[in-house]
């Protein structure tokens, strides 16, 4: 399964603590009505990494379940260890995903060794199963480069991409040249989509596209009939959406501003936070003085 285009990388809500399902529909629903490409569900903008095992096999099973048939789902699986990191994996396999994201193995440090045994491992407990790297060495501490993605791709005929949020177009240039035209390099950051897509990538894991996934979607589309003024016209609209969702509490923005466009959208996995209700009136200024709202 090649993934490419505008893939969301989807939130998670909770309500009383747990994983709301009722709002993760909805949400899925309005995603697959704007006309995504893919969901990514248990990311870092899904808050996956804070979330149990059983809640990332509940996230992961409620989007695939009430995505099916109308988009593909790439379950980010990785964990801190390989065991956690298989049993995801198997987990995505059963419930009918089309793939997996794998994050590199974070806070402890690990050499290409220790990496390529890992993604290797991972790779081969689910060998039917289409398998992208997720590089983000700014959180995960551990840098998959592109000689590393080569040496895994070259054991895992079942690694078939790359997921890169390093923020560094040298570096996601580095894996469309290294890896070749058979795989699907994404890049992670919205200020990168048209910067990507004019290098050989396959397509964005969007944050942005959780809330507003017209704009994303309006620059690969542009990109893709060739219209690269209009591209970036969206581009730099996108830019200025995105710094301003960046303002308050990390991923809280993106879910206030579901609730303003009619999803009862909530709540955060400790430590992280809501937004206060001066920090809310603020972004809904801000949003509507971009004419998003």
């Known amino acids: 399964m090649r993934f490419e285009g505008v893939i969301p990388a989807v939130l998670?809500?909770?309500?009383?603590?747990?994983?709301?399902e009722k709002a993760l529909r909805t949400l899925v629903r309005?995603?697959?009505?704007?006309?995504?490409?893919?969901?990514y569900p248990c990311g870092t903008s899904g808050e996956g990494l804070l979330l149990s095992t059983s809640e990332r096999k509940k996230v992961a099973e409620i989007v695939v379940d009430e995505a099916h048939g109308r988009?593909?789902?790439?379950?980010?699986v990785g964990a801190i260890s390989t065991a956690e990191t298989?049993?995801?994996?198997?987990?995505?396999?059963?419930?009918?995903?089309?793939a997996i994201g794998v994050v590199a193995p974070y806070y402890y440090p690990v050499d290409k060794v220790g990496l390529v045994e890992h993604y290797t491992r991972v790779a081969e407990a689910v060998p039917e199963m289409p398998?992208?790297?997720y590089?983000?060495?700014?959180?995960?501490?551990?840098?998959?480069?592109a000689d590393i993605a080569k040496t895994i791709a070259d054991r895992s005929p079942n690694v078939v991409?790359?997921?890169?949020?390093?923020?560094?177009?040298?570096?996601?240039?580095?894996?469309?040249?290294k890896l070749g035209p058979k795989y699907a390099v994404l890049v992670g950051s919205d200020a990168l989509v048209l910067a990507a897509l004019a290098v050989g990538?396959?397509?964005?894991?969007?944050?942005?596209a959780n809330s507003f996934p017209e704009p994303v979607l309006a620059v690969f589309n542009a990109f893709k009939k060739g219209d690269l003024a209009v591209a970036r016209e969206w581009q730099q609209k996108l830019d200025k959406l995105r710094s301003l969702l960046q303002e308050g509490p990390y991923l809280a923005s993106y879910k206030a501003a579901l609730r303003m466009r009619g999803c009862d959208f909530r709540g955060a996995k400790a430590p992280m936070r809501e937004m206060n209700e001066e920090e809310y009136n603020k972004l809904k200024a801000g949003l509507s003085q971009l004419g998003y709202l």
Do not use: W
Request: charged share 20%; hydrophobic share 35%.
């Open 12 to 20: 998670t809500p909770y309500r009383n603590g747990d994983v709301d």
């Open 30 to 39: 309005f995603l697959c009505d704007k006309g995504v490409h893919g969901l």
């Open 71 to 76: 988009t593909p789902v790439m379950v980010q």
């Open 86 to 98: 298989v049993e995801l994996a198997r987990h995505a396999h059963q419930i009918g995903a089309q």
């Open 131 to 133: 398998v992208y790297i």
């Open 135 to 145: 590089n983000i060495p700014g959180y995960a501490r551990n840098d998959v480069t």
């Open 161 to 177: 991409g790359v997921k890169d949020s390093s923020k560094d177009l040298g570096k996601l240039q580095s894996y469309v040249e």
């Open 201 to 208: 990538g396959a397509g964005v894991i969007s944050a942005v």
